[in-house]
């Protein structure tokens, strides 16, 4: 029997070889070649087998990572009704396939604005300090992403979010005023106030992954320059948690929560590791390209509901004891949203710690801590 990591790869090369899959078949590594013909044509007789079924198009296909005896392949179809998905056979090499419709993943940090009138920003310590999940980006940027968490290297604090949040995709300058709220949420009546300057940022690298290797990482730091007027609290104070300081991997099926600066507090679990590699088209001022990623989760809202909407990318994902941080938001897609492992994040940053107990004791001693999301 194999396993859905090998049911998930082989499918994968059936609908690359089809033209049915929306990314190049071709490999960039030899972990990555085509499976054996009989293996690849009995995939894809199976892809083939409904009509319906072969004219949809994938936009990635995914497997329980750190399930014990087995796992479940699914098959993300940004293309195709819900009856045609619904027609397709349920198990392959007696390992479970679930399809799911995924709005098409993309990166458009000017959606942010139009995502919600109602965008979040958390005030603290008599309304001084800014907490992690609110409203930040670069001064005067007609977009919003989210404060993540706060980060530690060599003694000094940074704040962690996405490149295409603070970074500019590539194209921020060294030292860029980083605002919370961000400009265009200024509307709250809440000043936008600096909480740090841009430093770092890993590379958004766009071609075909035949000749550019997939990115693994959409991520920037900020250098705080005002330790005073940040807290590494996470969200409000009746329902916010401080971020943990440990580090967890991700595994299929463990439960989440984020706090965001458009959906606010929102739960979740984790449904599955994408295997290989999938596109993202980017849509940015001086950023307009396709960036291949691989080692990225998907993880979907409870309840029918997003887990994350345009404007909580760079959001912290926790899990539900908020004990440990997980990974961080970079994509959405309808009810699903994105995330690069924390670990892996941090390693691409160039190491560092996750900082927790930063600017909370006020909090917890009851003095003023406001809640923003005004009508």
Excluded at 26 to 35: E, F, G, K, V
Excluded at 46 to 55: G, N, P, S, V
């Amino acid at each position: 029997m194999k396993t859905a990591r090998e049911v998930a790869n082989d499918l994968f090369n059936a609908f690359a070889t089809e033209g049915m899959f929306n990314v190049s078949g071709r490999p960039s590594d030899t972990d990555m070649s085509l499976s054996p013909a009989s293996t690849t044509d009995n995939f894809t007789s199976w892809a083939l087998r409904d009509e319906d079924f072969a004219k949809m198009a994938f936009q990635a296909i995914g497997y329980e990572e750190g399930i014990e005896n087995g796992g479940v392949v699914y098959v993300y179809s940004s293309k195709g009704s819900q009856k045609a998905l619904a027609k397709v056979e349920k198990e392959v090499d007696e390992v479970p396939i679930r399809l799911r419709k995924l709005s098409p993943l993309s990166i458009n940090p000017e959606q942010s604005l139009k995502s919600t009138n109602r965008p979040n920003v958390f005030l603290h310590g008599e309304g001084t300090r800014r907490a992690c999940g609110s409203s930040c980006a670069p001064s005067g940027a007609q977009f919003a992403g989210t404060m993540g968490a706060i980060i530690r290297q060599n003694e000094q604090l940074y704040v962690l979010s996405n490149n295409h949040v603070i970074g500019g995709c590539n194209h921020g300058f060294l030292d860029t005023i980083i605002m919370s709220p961000a400009t265009g949420d200024s509307v709250l009546g809440i000043t936008p106030f600096e909480v740090g300057r841009l430093n770092k940022l890993c590379q958004l690298k766009s071609g075909d992954p035949f000749f550019i290797e997939p990115c693994v990482v959409d991520a920037a730091l900020a250098r705080i320059t005002n330790p005073d007027f940040v807290t590494s609290w996470q969200g409000d104070l009746e329902n916010g948690y401080d971020t943990p300081e440990n580090i967890v991997e991700p595994v299929a099926r463990m439960k989440v929560k984020k706090f965001g600066r458009t959906t606010g507090l929102t739960h979740g679990f984790i449904e599955s590791k994408a295997i290989r590699f999938s596109k993202l088209p980017y849509k940015a001022n001086g950023f307009n390209a396709t960036v291949y990623f691989s080692e990225f989760w998907f993880v979907v809202g409870e309840g029918n509901t997003p887990f994350a909407l345009p404007g909580d990318s760079g959001s912290l994902v926790v899990t539900e004891d908020e004990k440990t941080a997980v990974g961080l938001i970079f994509a959405v897609g309808g009810q699903y949203a994105c995330f690069t492992p924390l670990r892996r994040v941090l390693d691409e940053l160039g190491g560092g710690s996750i900082v927790s107990g930063h600017g909370v004791q006020s909090n917890r001693s009851g003095s003023e801590s406001v809640s923003t999301t005004p009508e």
